[in-house]
């Protein structure tokens, strides 16, 4: 490899990309439904007061919930809410978590590439790529890659426990590359990211890459990591006890497979791990006779452990997200002896995708505010009755430079820079960061008003507003529709078994076809309907209010 191709990415456009990634969806939106508002549900219940930080619960029903995530985030509502909101504050801490994901993928990958075993020949006369260099270009396209991932698109800018330990298998990673050079920070590391981990709710995958990390020091040519061995297996051995003592333990595989299941975790795989996989599959292929060097061993076992955990949970995507710093690491180090033609391939799709997926964004956000063209805001409106477009000029301002920025992009890439490893991952990365970019500026307040339950919650404030201070019995609900009660209705719900025996109201939602009219049938005697409707932009989703009848009452 050449100086030249060694060059690394500036620093200034490289920090701009992470910028653009991390931080749109940050500002101006409400928590999403499931998983995100579950999760900010439990954090501002504990910040509050409603609910017990060792034992937290939604609607007096206790969670299946890993502890210290949500005590990062109960702790920013409970400091920062008063003056940010709840929501923004609560995300503020797992933004970090995302960037420090970033950072400690980017050095992991410097210092693997820093072995002797993954340094390019030496030219016969001179002229090759200074170690140092070659190892900080490919740490570039490792940080690319990672940013190209499309399943941490959404996943990473959510406000759940996997940010934790997503960024807890980064610092492992950061820990097992750099003990040959920073010996005692990866000690110290190590010591704190396999416990995090467990506790954060994946003490079997912290096992596993324990495990696997042991083995792999064990094998190591080098004193240093052969020696850190017994600390990888201390730190596996507190990753156990420091998830016994959160109470992470939770039997969670699943049941017999079928062969539509099969079929599902294979495409799960394909777009998930797009576009690394090609590329990791090349790296494997290239060092097949040699995958024991730390560079390939490493990254291979976290990345196998996050696999078969997905496997495991028949195809979890957030068992799958623990494996995207890893690969991410595999794929950079197959850039170097990428042929051209796949380089170009790369380039292409890269080009046509997110140019296409960009002008459909804009032509919609055109649709919504001018009226030209118009079937795309017609289809909106069918879609989502009750939105109204609000124009930001702020947002507006921001896509067309994001915009600006891609044209510039392709047009330099299309110019002649062949040299750099990492030339073929600055389209896919810079595809996406202008795609979520996009999303979370013109589409932003449409987005919200179909992913956020407040417009459901709206919609029940008029048929509850006899409720007053009294409970509102909700058993039935999903954890994220009863921490939507409590987080936008301000209603003191009780989800328990029993709930309907002391509330006067009750909640039930259920699945029914789009076109069907049918009410839904009493749940039990002494009850009467109260009124029903359905979610704004779940169409096939009825919402039934009960009151306790009068004679039930006496």
């Not at 020949?121 to 790529?129: D, K, P, Y």
């Not at 890659?145 to 492992?172: F, M, R, W």
């Not at 047009?411 to 490893?421: D, L, P, Q, T």
Request: glycine share 6%; charged share 15%.
């Amino acid at each position: 490899m050449t100086r030249r191709a060694a060059r690394r990415l500036p620093r200034v456009p490289l920090l701009l990309l992470c910028a653009a990634y991390v931080l749109p969806g940050l500002f101006g939106r409400d928590p999403w439904r499931n998983a995100d508002l579950a999760a900010y549900g439990l954090m501002a219940a504990m910040a509050e007061g409603r609910s017990s930080w060792l034992a937290p619960t939604l609607g007096g029903v206790a969670a299946d919930a890993a502890l210290l995530p949500h005590w990062l985030g109960a702790v920013a509502v409970a400091a920062l809410g008063p003056w940010l909101g709840g929501p923004l504050a609560a995300r503020l801490p797992f933004a970090l978590l995302l960037a420090a994901t970033l950072a400690l993928t980017w050095y992991a990958c410097f210092h693997l590439a820093r072995t002797d075993a993954a340094q390019p020949v030496a030219f016969a006369f001179g002229g090759e790529a200074e170690p140092v260099d070659y190892a900080r270009a490919v740490a570039d396209a490792a940080v690319l890659a990672l940013i190209a991932s499309l399943g941490l698109l959404q996943l990473g800018h959510e406000t759940t426990p996997e940010l934790a330990q997503l960024a807890a298998v980064a610092a492992l990673m950061w820990a097992l590359g750099a003990a040959p050079f920073r010996p005692r920070g990866a000690r110290a590391v190590l010591l704190a990211a396999l416990p995090v981990l467990a506790a954060s709710g994946a003490p079997t995958v912290a096992l596993v890459m324990g495990s696997g990390a042991a083995l792999v020091c064990a094998r190591s040519s080098f004193d240093d990591v052969r020696r850190i061995a017994g600390w990888v297996a201390t730190a596996t051995a507190l990753a156990a006890l420091a998830a016994l003592a959160a109470g992470s333990w939770r039997w969670r595989i699943a049941g017999a497979w079928s062969v539509a299941d099969f079929g599902s975790v294979a495409r799960q795989w394909t777009w998930f791990l797009w576009p690394v996989w090609p590329a990791v599959l090349w790296t494997l292929w290239r060092w097949r006779g040699h995958l024991h060097h730390r560079h390939v061993a490493v990254p291979l076992v976290l990345a196998l452990a996050a696999l078969l955990a997905n496997l495991a949970l028949r195809g979890s995507d957030r068992a799958l997200l623990l494996a995207l710093p890893a690969t991410a690491v595999l794929a950079a180090f197959a850039l170097p002896t990428l042929r051209r033609s796949a380089s170009a391939a790369i380039d292409w799709f890269s080009m046509l995708f997110f140019s296409a997926s960009a002008l459909a964004i804009w032509v919609v956000y055109a649709s919504l505010h001018t009226g030209v063209p118009a079937k795309p805001a017609a289809n909106v409106a069918r879609l989502a009755p009750a939105f109204t477009p609000d124009f930001g000029a702020p947002d507006l301002a921001l896509a067309a430079l994001a915009t600006l920025a891609w044209l510039w992009l392709v047009r330099w890439r299309s110019g002649r820079h062949r040299e750099a490893v990492w030339k073929s991952m600055v389209l896919p990365a810079g595809g996406v960061a202008l795609t979520w970019l996009l999303l979370m500026t013109l589409w932003r307040p449409l987005l919200d008003h179909a992913r956020s339950a407040a417009p459901w919650v709206d919609a029940l404030r008029p048929q509850l507003a006899a409720l007053e201070d009294g409970c509102l019995a909700a058993a039935e609900l999903s954890p994220g529709l009863v921490a939507a009660l409590e987080v936008h209705g301000r209603w003191r719900v009780d989800a328990t078994a029993d709930a309907a025996q002391r509330c006067n109201w009750r909640l039930t939602v259920q699945r029914v076809d789009r076109r069907s009219a049918a009410l839904p049938p009493p749940p039990a005697p002494g009850w009467a309907l109260h009124a029903v409707l359905r979610r704004p932009t779940e169409r096939d989703e009825l919402t039934a209010v009960w009151r306790r009848s009068a004679t039930a009452a006496r």
